[in-house]
């Protein structure tokens, strides 16, 4: 089953992908898509061009009108793809506009840069023709007939506005003969003639400039194919309908303009001093430095703030540290007297006169000077050459002493 589907419009406003994805039905084993619109959103145009792309059927696209900028990448979505004589592409670069701060509208422009990048490579990879000059046709601004359509790469085949056919007038029975190959070349040059006599006229070149207004920048549109802009027409609008008011205008660059009644530009003055910024500009720029100072401050403020919650911290740190080391310590003193006391509770149990429970008691009431006596007597009474009994009176000796500085 075939379904057509028609996008005519602007992309994004009067035609969008939900527009275009209502119009076919499930089932369809092909879409032809008719195309009549000046362009509009690039990403809106990009989506209907994958959605086409994506459809389990054959597509065809036939341009009938206007196939401006960003609908001619939805026209490259057809396998087959034709444009009747009277119809017209045109591509160019993506443009736009945008207020707001200085970094938002650099963004923008990073974008706007990057959006011309993908269109070249779109264009290049699906036409027969170099990278360099789709580029230079892109930034130029060019229109295209069928004819040369055809040699891009644009379209497959041209549409065929009739047929030649044979027939019985049933009014008078006369036998009509087919139209010779003769007649017909003949046929088609004729209208081919017509066609160019009513053909519109292409839309020359814009030169986009930026007019300063009490209520912000506005873009006016200049007539022109090589840039220059004295003695050219300028316009409030890219469709060139409308001149701009007579009178004095002041640019963006800093220079000035003077346009008479038709919107032709008389005389154009320089700026004083190239790097000089029009009037506004320089209170920008020092709000932006104010903007900036401030969020320095706030930042060294924020890095200070932070080293003082570090400083905090590590010295938080070390206290613990220090008081875990001074537990480890004490505890470890406990142990070594503990130790110390069981080593020599045996020779203090041992003392004569004394039993295993009287020794005990007897021990905790024992003077200084009583266990150091204690121990001469028992050093006295060793012999000589035990020399195993030295050493453990040595070292209780050294024991005692410890305790009675203690």
């Known amino acids: 089953m075939k379904q057509r589907v028609n996008i005519y419009g602007e992309i994004g406003t009067e035609v969008t992908l939900s527009t275009v994805a209502a119009q076919i039905k499930d089932g369809v084993s092909e879409v032809v898509v008719h195309i009549n619109s000046i362009g509009g959103d690039v990403s809106e145009g990009y989506a209907i061009h994958n959605f086409l792309k994506g459809l389990n059927a054959k597509v065809s696209t036939i341009i009938e009108g206007a196939c401006y900028s960003i609908a001619t990448v939805i026209a490259l979505a057809g396998s087959s793809r034709k444009m009747w004589p009277t119809a017209e592409i045109m591509i160019h670069n993506p443009w736009g506009s945008v207020q707001g701060e200085a970094d ?89 003639k017509l066609q160019s006599a009513f053909k519109p006229e292409k839309r020359k070149a814009m030169q986009e400039i930026e007019v300063v207004t009490e209520g912000g920048d506005l873009s006016v549109y200049v007539d022109s194919e090589d840039g220059e802009i004295e003695g050219k027409k300028a316009f409030l609008d890219p469709e060139m309908t409308t001149p701009i008011p007579q009178g004095v205008h002041q640019l963006r660059d800093g220079r000035e303009i003077t346009a008479n009644a038709e919107g032709v530009i008389e005389s154009v003055k320089e700026a004083e001093g190239s790097e000089e910024a029009p009037e506004g ?126």
């Open 104 to 192: 938002e509208i650099r963004q923008y422009s990073e974008w706007i840069k990057q959006a011309e990048k993908d269109l070249a490579v779109f264009y290049s990879s699906r036409l027969e023709v170099s990278p360099i000059q789709i580029v230079e046709q892109m930034k130029k601004t060019t229109f295209i007939d069928p004819a040369q359509a055809l040699t891009m790469g644009f379209i497959t085949e041209p549409a065929n506005e009739f047929k030649a056919v044979a027939k019985i007038n049933n009014s008078n029975k006369t036998k009509m003969t087919e139209i010779s190959e003769n007649d017909k070349s003949w046929l088609i040059g004729q209208f081919e």
């Open 281 to 406: 500009k320089s209170a920008m720029e020092e709000e932006n430095e104010k903007l900036k100072a401030e969020i320095e401050a706030m930042k060294k403020e924020l890095e200070t703030s932070a080293a003082n919650s570090k400083a905090a911290t590590e010295e938080k740190e070390e206290v613990a540290q220090a008081s875990a080391k001074l537990a480890e310590e004490v505890a470890t003193a406990k142990e070594t007297i503990e130790a110390i006391k069981a080593k020599f509770a045996p020779i203090m149990e041992a003392k004569p006169g004394k039993g295993k429970g009287d020794a005990k008691a007897s021990s905790e009431k024992t003077t200084e000077d009583e266990v150091l006596s204690y121990f001469k007597q028992k050093k006295a009474q060793a012999k000589p050459s035990a020399e195993k009994k030295e050493s453990e009176m040595s070292e209780a000796e050294s024991v005692l002493a410890h305790f009675s500085k203690n």
